[in-house]
């Protein structure tokens, strides 16, 4: 299923629009086939969506492309919980009561159609949710990393500082891996403004521990010493 970064330009409100009657006619088909698409378990696929909804508006014209076009434009704004549906909606002179009919789908369908949306993309374990408590003890300190899976299932793993480090160097090998896979040319793998923190922590961490006097290799020597191991 396509990304929030794919949708914008496949908006087709003028299509939507246009038939606008037809989706009002068919609006509690509409809604019984939404229902079944969200209802758990949610396991459809965007193809699945679209032929679910294009049964609950058969027989009410000709599908030519610029229906098809409609139809995922109506997908795309609750995929989007788009924000500004009734003014992209109103610009094109949309009915009120399609504007509210559009308003109440999103509102109600928008969430778990965005679950639909990541598991296809992630798959069916993905997170959506991570918050840390630091539990202070008399000679030690512990972590609770509570996780959400699939805004529904809540998991807490406990750890200490120390360990939290294999988990640091997991992630980040595996991101830098999967960089070197894509032959460093998918960029967009790496978050900048992410990338910029850590080197923030890891020079906040530099003077730590230069300042207790613990001497770390060289930033060339750890390179020569990486490409080595590679």
Do not use: C
């Not at 299923?1 to 299509?15: T, V």
């Not at 009410?60 to 992209?88: S, W």
């Not at 640091?168 to 830098?176: C, D, P, Q």
């Amino acid at each position: 299923m396509m990304g929030q970064e794919d949708i914008e330009p496949d908006l087709n409100i003028e299509a939507l629009v246009k038939y606008e009657d037809v989706f009002l006619e068919r609006e509690e088909q509409l809604h019984r086939s939404l229902n079944k698409i969200t209802e758990e378990p949610l396991n459809h696929t965007l193809q699945e969506i679209i032929r679910l909804l294009n049964i609950a508006l058969s027989g009410t014209g000709d599908p030519d492309e610029g229906f098809e076009d409609a139809t995922r434009t109506f997908i795309q704004l609750i995929l989007r919980q788009d924000e500004e549906a009734a003014e992209r909606l109103q610009e094109e002179n949309a009915d009120p009561e399609f504007v509210n009919f559009i308003l109440n789908a999103i509102i109600e369908y928008s969430r778990d159609m965005q679950r639909l949306n990541i598991k296809d993309m992630w798959g069916d374990n993905w997170w959506s949710f991570i918050e840390m408590d630091r539990i202070l003890g008399d000679d030690r300190i512990t972590h609770q990393h509570k996780i959400t899976i699939d805004r529904t299932e809540n998991i807490t793993i406990h750890s200490t500082p120390r360990s939290d480090w294999e988990m640091v160097t997991h992630f980040l090998n595996s991101i830098y891996n999967s960089v070197q896979v894509s032959g460093n040319e998918d960029l967009e793998m790496i978050d900048i403004d992410s990338f910029e923190q850590v080197r923030a922590f890891m020079y906040a961490f530099e003077n730590m521990l230069n300042n207790n006097g613990i001497e770390l290799t060289d930033k060339e020597d750890i390179l020569e010493s990486y490409q080595n191991e590679e």
